[in-house]
């Protein structure tokens, strides 16, 4: 059974999506207050007093819920839109921990130096922050992670799997514990448990959507494509707002969301951040003798690596140093996440639609109703 979900709670709900919020609920040119938002304000989540003591206490509930205890010391270091997000991941712990510290998500050798110097036993970082870590000790600064006596590493921010748990878990030494962050607000609101479910830290927080339709699916039809959708019965501006957040998941059992495997829509998940696939066409839109481009999502090593490859339609752009410059330049403004530009050598006169190609296997696609089929 499907069910609608303005139809199931009293009032009408409103269905978005993160790349329609801004133009269909929240306008970042009227917000007021601290704002929890992306590195362009494409989303722009006014936490007023009361939201932000609410956004705290769900942030420290998932933290307690995930495992973190009074003794102990915990390190942040966080990839994620909400420039503030570490920080108040920080501010959370502290309430909870005996010590608990930001340091944004640059600089491995300076991670290093700030567990050892702090005594931390808890890390919270992405998944591949942290195998970025294990690969720089093993191979750059020769020390062995179980030195750095880790009891419990919480990651989140990216699609991840069983066997990097496993492998994080026995080469530290330590619990490994996968948070879901909202990607809506950046702040963690449900933790995965040993069989792959997200507990929230508050009922009603989370919830599964068909990929087609403004429904919720509860129960599911077992082992078919659902979407998550986040609410925010505790934020005044959104509480009547269901949202899909873009990540895909396989449904289960009736009243559990199983964790994010995959993403779909209009945004792709980078090292972290969300990039919004609208705002690169608008972006290469307005530069002159583009005909084509592909963006590629690879995961060579332990980190994402992105690649935009781009066709001209005349001789003279292929080898304009201003010209490639110029579209370094216009994603740049668009995230901080670093886009290599690549060119094509040959002319393509004739124009094709852009391509986007995932090569961990993560984006499904941006065609939600062709993905349910």
Do not use: C
Not at 186 to 208: C, F, M, Q, S, W
Not at 293 to 304: H, Q, V
């Amino acid at each position: 059974m499907t069910t609608n979900l303005a139809g199931a709670e009293a009032g009408t709900l409103t269905w978005g999506t993160r790349a329609d919020l801004a133009a269909t609920v929240l306008d970042p040119s009227k917000a007021t207050g601290l704002l929890a938002g992306t590195p362009t304000a494409d989303i722009a989540v006014p936490l007023g007093p009361v939201a932000r003591k609410h956004a705290h206490q769900l942030t420290k509930a998932t933290l307690a819920d995930a495992g973190l205890g009074a003794g102990d010391r915990v390190v942040v270091a966080l990839n994620s839109d909400g420039d503030l997000a570490g920080a108040r991941v920080a501010e959370a712990a502290a309430d909870i921990a005996e010590s608990a510290i930001s340091v944004g998500p640059r600089g491995r050798m300076r991670l290093l130096e700030t567990l050892q110097r702090t005594r931390s036993d808890v890390l919270v970082a992405t998944p591949t922050g942290v195998a970025d870590l294990l690969a720089r000790l093993h191979l750059e600064f020769l020390v062995d992670p179980l030195d750095l006596e880790l009891r419990l590493i919480l990651l989140t921010g990216e699609i991840t799997d069983d066997k990097t748990r496993r492998h994080l878990a026995r080469e530290f030494g330590a619990t490994v514990v996968e948070l879901y962050t909202d990607p809506v607000t950046g702040i963690p609101v449900a933790h995965r448990d040993d069989a792959g479910r997200l507990v929230p830290a508050e009922p009603g927080l989370l919830a599964l959507a068909a990929l087609d339709d403004n429904t919720l699916i509860d129960p599911p039809v077992p082992g078919t494509r659902a979407e998550i959708v986040v609410r925010h019965t505790w934020h005044p501006e959104l509480s009547t707002v269901a949202i899909r957040t873009g990540h895909v998941t396989i449904a289960g059992e009736a009243g559990v969301v199983p964790a994010p495997l995959h993403t779909v829509g209009e945004s792709v998940l980078v090292r972290g951040r969300w990039l919004s696939l609208t705002a690169v066409r608008k972006a290469l839109a307005k530069i002159d003798g583009i005909s084509r481009w592909r963006f590629e999502i690879s995961r060579d090593g332990t980190l994402d690596a992105a690649l935009l490859t781009v066709s001209f339609n005349r001789d003279s752009l292929i080898r304009n140093g201003m010209w490639k410059s110029r579209i370094e330049q216009a994603l740049t403004a668009l995230t901080p996440v670093k886009i290599e530009v690549a060119v094509d050598e040959q002319v393509q006169e004739e124009p094709l639609p852009p391509e986007v190609v995932d090569h961990r296997g993560h984006h499904l696609g941006t065609d939600r109703s062709a993905l349910a089929r």
